[in-house]
């Protein structure tokens, strides 16, 4: 793997910021976002504060090898993701110099022209997926599904601690968090033994994952080896699976989740790059079974991500409902890039890479409400009285992830969609 960029960990920036803000000068992520409805652009943000990289190129303020004031202004960060891990290295390396406390030759005022506040601006999609795959990479959380549905000493299928398991998913319904979610309609069977309905879905439910989007692909016919799969990922964000569980269970058997899943995913509008959270790596969960050569790994791949979901009611109430962990995940992101290519299979850059549901041990750090209320025979109870097994029209989930050290944390914004009433 090549070297990684990590900032200073005492390091802290001329723009003011809450220590437990998400977005300290050691994380620069990217995005895209719009003003009034102008054009999209290149932005990341410090703090509360969201700044304008086209414009401080403009300004000449920001001058990185290999950028063009152009490249920032862009719909999507792919043609930047295009330009490879070196050059995005270069481009945050230069913005953390700019915006470093130590920084005495910065134009400061000159720098504050091209800052927005949150409220100011509309974030968007970051990254146009051609291509998106959902793994099923938590051991917890395949084995609660294999209780539910299938024989609880057999909880997991012969291949699931061989491999990591997946399936291709639908790229044109990913959406910005925000977007509100229109529930699905589909067929399904209400009661054992019955002939199918169609109407609105009955069961629908969250998946917490992380996703991750790839920065340079790999050639058809040519692996992406375990050992250098990381030089392959740009960055990470925050992934919200929608799943209609009612019309899953009726479709899914013999060729797996369609029109419970492709519906819509919602995710975080910020790329965390992955150099960003190089301190935060841990040994991931020992495996059971002995692996194939292709899938071993030498050095800890496993990441320190907290991850918690948020169930706000149309009151307004906002109740905590799991609290989990990326460390939990049982094949790594590493190792889930080493087996979706192993056949030759080509990554191209932008595609995601979902980790399939987080689930950990504990009965609060279920990643779904299928898990959490398990299977409806343990409703949740909400603040205001009401109670969930299921989620209601009109109900927001929010979903955050962050990694902590005792200098600062490494954040991801929000998840966030609000489920409206099917047309």
């Known amino acids: ?68 004031t152009s490249d920032f202004e862009q719909d999507y960060l792919n043609p930047i993701l295009q330009k490879g891990k070196s050059s995005l290295r270069e481009l945050r390396k230069d913005i953390f110099e700019l915006f470093e406390s130590g920084n005495k030759f910065v134009n400061k005022d000159l720098c504050k022209l091209n800052f927005y506040k949150r ?11 051609g291509n998106y795959t959902d793994f099923y990479s938590s051991r917890e959380h395949a084995t609660n599904v294999g209780t539910m549905f299938r024989d609880p000493a057999n909880a997991l299928l012969p291949n699931w601690l061989h491999l990591p398991v997946a399936y291709h998913g639908r790229a044109s319904s990913i959406v910005v968090s925000g977007t509100d979610i229109i529930r699905p309609k589909g067929q399904m069977v209400l009661n054992e033994g019955e002939a199918p309905v169609f109407g609105p879905s009955r069961q629908l439910d969250i998946e917490l994952e992380m996703a991750f989007v790839v920065g340079r692909g790999n050639r058809l016919g040519h692996p992406i080896p375990v050992s250098e799969a990381e030089d392959h990922i740009q960055g990470l964000l925050i992934f919200n699976d929608w799943s209609a569980r009612d019309i899953q269970k009726w479709e899914y058997v013999p060729l797996g989740p369609f029109l419970a899943k492709n ?98 041990p504990t009965p609060d750090s279920f990643g779904s409400l299928l898990e959490l209320a398990w299977k409806g025979t343990r409703p949740l109870q909400m603040k205001d009285g009401t109670t969930r097994t299921f989620l209601q029209d009109g109900d927001t989930i929010i979903m955050r992830a962050y990694a902590q050290n005792e200098s600062y944390r490494i954040g991801f914004g929000e998840c966030r969609g609000r489920i409206i009433p099917a047309l």
Not at 18 to 45: A, E, M, R, W, Y
Not at 291 to 306: C, F, G, M, R, T
């Open 1 to 68: 793997m090549n070297p990684v960029l990590i900032f200073d960990k005492q390091a802290k920036s001329w723009i003011n910021y809450d220590p437990t803000t998400d977005f300290p000068i050691q994380n620069i992520p990217l995005g895209i976002f719009s003003i009034s409805g102008g054009p999209k652009k290149v932005c990341t943000i410090i703090g509360d504060t969201i700044i304008d990289l086209h414009g401080l190129s403009e300004y000449r303020i920001l001058n990185v090898a290999l950028f063009k």
């Open 119 to 129: 409220e100011e601006v509309t974030l968007h999609l970051p990254v146009k997926p």
């Open 263 to 360: 519906f819509a995913s919602t995710v975080s509008p910020w790329l965390v790059d992955l150099d960003a959270l190089q301190s935060f790596k841990v040994q991931g969960p020992v495996p059971e079974k002995p692996l194939l050569d292709y899938l071993k790994q030498d050095e800890a791949s496993n990441y320190d991500v907290h991850l918690e979901v948020v169930l706000k009611t149309s009151n307004g109430d906002e109740n905590i409902i799991c609290r989990s962990n990326m460390k939990y995940l049982y094949w790594s992101m590493s190792q889930q890039l080493a087996h979706h290519t192993v056949n030759g299979c080509n990554m191209e850059s932008g595609d995601f890479c979902a980790s399939g549901t987080i689930s950990g």
